[in-house]
């Protein structure tokens, strides 16, 4: 089977949350879903959004194996979830995420002369009145270190449980790095499994993970099963709804919103080719650092003659075996291997990976004094990294040190490889051969994390086009299935007030529109005045 996947270079996240604030505007402003944010950028060390949402000995998210050896639900089979279907303790309450507010603008621009000065309140978007802000999705942004913040991140606690002496918390010790994160749209959803409706489902053309609007019944199994709390329950509608890779646009070619607007050029998309029939074995690995192994296991490689035979055989479009073979995300996963999941240990086989950030180590050597770029200097300072190994490994390789310090080895590699370049110098073939690879690789895998262009780092192809239309327009005549007239998308204020979303039809978006859309934002010549 075919997958889109994609690799975020954390060494480039500036924490800009410009990719928040676009995916929040295309996807979630409206009535319902005011708290909701399908992508958003924690600091870390920190809580996270919802808070603490990896601790799953609270929440109960993702898989386990039972005493057989098999996958089971953390949060329980299908008798365990009959027994407590009309009660589900293991749910975020809104405190966790943060309850939505706006302001009163009107107060503060209607406001009659006097001597004071009028102010524009904080007011709760659940019931209309004034609140006292305490919590939001991102309270603790650039606050990493801080021990009123930093000794409540789960990953602080299972660092410490090992490495007592890597994270104190002091002022000289501080560190901090960006983590953005969307649905995982894994290979082994536990939100799907959750769902006792059926309505959450993987796409078997792209591996996309969405909800059926139409047959979700709101039991809100899927928001407990998601490890990573990546589903949301609009209370406006009474459905589930959760990050969709925007699919509209990944069925035209266009990247994601929140890659198109990323600042930092972060961001790859492509496809990946994964055995089907392996993903339930790699994701029953009894140890949970065997994990990142065993779903690197589960990839197929497109040059492969018989993988080419066999997924000409079920079906998967030549473009997209071609957009195999030229994926970035492919690339950086399974040729440099310098990106990792995000929480293996879930047993969930995620499709976002990261490659682990670097910068702050080349900072603090040129602090010292010492050459920051050089490569003795920096392969040394790996493993005393102001982000500690053992942290990064625990968000990234269910504590397994080794693949980070693997991945962080050749960025550093590379570094020194095309430092000696640019300056003139013969590059040390040293270097290369102490990462194990190649100086042409290392030049390949620089191109791509430095240069690349807008068609190198996304790699989507267009085969879906054709069915484009009837995943679109499925729905009723009238538009959205749940805004057409009387429908639960339309009628009365909805608990959080009418702020936000629209109260009129919404008109069926054409598949065109998206592929006019690409024309405008891959073409080198301005648009014509008439266009425009």
Sequence with gaps: ???????????????????SVTCKQAWTNRQGMEYVWFNNVETRPGQ???RRYEDQEKWRGGWELNRRGALKLKAGGRFHKLLGIFSNPRLPEIKD?????TYDYKNLTDAPLGDDFPVARPVSQIDGKPMKIEWSSNWDDNLAGAPAYGDLDPMVERTRQQAAEKVKFEFEQTFMFYLPRICEHCLNPSCVASCPSGAMYKRAEDGIV???????????????????????FNHRTGKAEKCTLCYPRVEVGLPTVCSETCVGRLRYLGVILYDADKVTAAASTPDEQGLYEAQLGVFLDPDDPAVQRA???????????EAARRSPVRALISKYKVALPLHPEYRTMPMVWYIPPLSPVVDALTETGHDGEDAGNLFGAIDTLRIPLEYLAEVFTAGDTAPVRASLEKLAAMRAHMRAINLGEDPDPAVTEAVGMKPAEIE????????????????????????????EESALPEGCSLEYEGGPGMGGDGPFGQDSGQRKLLPVVSVENFHGLRRRQTSDDPADAEEV
Excluded: S
């Design 1 to 19: 089977m075919a997958q889109i996947a994609m690799v975020m270079n954390l060494d480039k996240c500036i924490g800009c949350h410009t990719c």
């Design 48 to 50: 996270g959004y919802p």
């Design 97 to 101: 995420y943060y309850e939505p507010w």
């Design 210 to 232: 969405l909800v059926d609007q139409d047959h979700c019944r709101g039991w809100r199994m899927c928001v407990t099963g998601c490890p990573y709390k990546k589903v949301y």
């Design 311 to 321: 997924a000409e055989a079920a079906g998967i479009p030549y473009d997209w075996m």
């Design 444 to 471: 390949e895998m620089y191109r791509l994390l430095a240069i690349a262009k807008y068609e190198d780092r996304y790699v989507i192809p267009t085969a879906a086009v054709g069915d484009a239309r009837r995943l």
